[in-house]
């Protein structure tokens, strides 16, 4: 069974500090996502990272997959009260297409 | 283009009873996913659709059943409920079964009696 590990569970910052979320596990992914979810609705894709090592960015989030595609992190510069809400990390296995495994989430608060 | 789009939005039953949840697939879709979120979790799979037949299934028993139907939409039935039934129930959609990428619906959130 593939399982992946969100830290940290909750986070509450104040407006315009830097944040990083980890996403680890021991199983290797052919792919990883993450997917913001706002309270009464579906999660979001925000990126895919493919390959190991590889860095996306999206305004001021980045988003890194490990060497070895088993972990990566997200990291957001200068959170606004709009960054507020659950981050998921989602790994697709090497053989499950598009069944995807999820970590349990972060919760995160940016304060104004 | 339209999304995936769930119904009900919300739903209460008591133990014992029967649901059907329904979504209908963005335009173009031929994959549904079904995953359960209970509250403070991540979503769990469920199982998946693709061209009317089941291509896999996660740990949940057998009174969890699906249906996809030929226009791509499709239910979730759960039999006999038990209170940690009791969760947000997601469907997302994909272009084909091994495409990783899924566009979720709002979800149905079941609260079990």
């Known amino acids: 069974t593939q399982l992946l590990e969100q830290s940290p569970q909750f986070l509450s910052i104040q407006e315009g500090e830097n944040l990083t979320v980890y996403c680890n596990s021991s199983?290797?992914?052919?792919?990883l996502q993450w997917y913001r979810q706002e309270p009464g609705e579906g999660p979001v894709l925000l990126v895919t990272?493919?390959?190991?090592?590889e860095v996306k960015k999206l305004k001021r989030l980045t988003f890194q997959f490990g060497d070895a595609r088993k972990d990566s992190s997200l990291h957001i510069t200068a959170a606004q009260p709009g960054d507020t809400g659950l981050y998921l990390c989602?790994?697709?296995?090497?053989?499950?297409?598009?069944?995807?495994?999820f970590g349990e989430g972060t919760q995160l608060t940016v304060n104004p | 283009e339209t999304g995936v789009t769930q119904s009900p939005t919300h739903l209460i039953k008591t133990r014992g009873q029967q649901v059907t949840l329904r979504c209908s697939s963005q335009?173009?879709?031929?994959?549904v996913s079904w995953y359960q979120q209970a509250l403070g979790q991540g979503p769990q799979f469920i199982f998946q659709?693709?061209?009317?037949?089941?291509?896999g299934r996660g740990n949940f028993p057998p009174r969890f059943s699906g249906l996809q139907f030929p226009n791509y939409s499709s239910e979730l039935n759960v039999n006999a409920l038990e209170l940690d039934d009791s969760a947000l129930y997601l469907c997302?959609?994909?272009?084909?079964?091994?495409?990783?990428?899924?566009?979720f619906g709002e979800g149905s959130r079941l609260t079990v009696l």
């Open positions: 997302a959609s994909s272009l084909e079964a091994n495409t990783g990428e899924l566009f």
């Open positions: 199983s290797v992914f052919s792919s």
């Open positions: 990272v493919v390959t190991g090592g």
């Open positions: 989602a790994g697709e296995g090497e053989t499950s297409g598009s069944r995807l495994t």
């Open positions: 335009s173009g879709h031929n994959t």
């Open positions: 659709y693709y061209r009317e037949e089941e291509n």
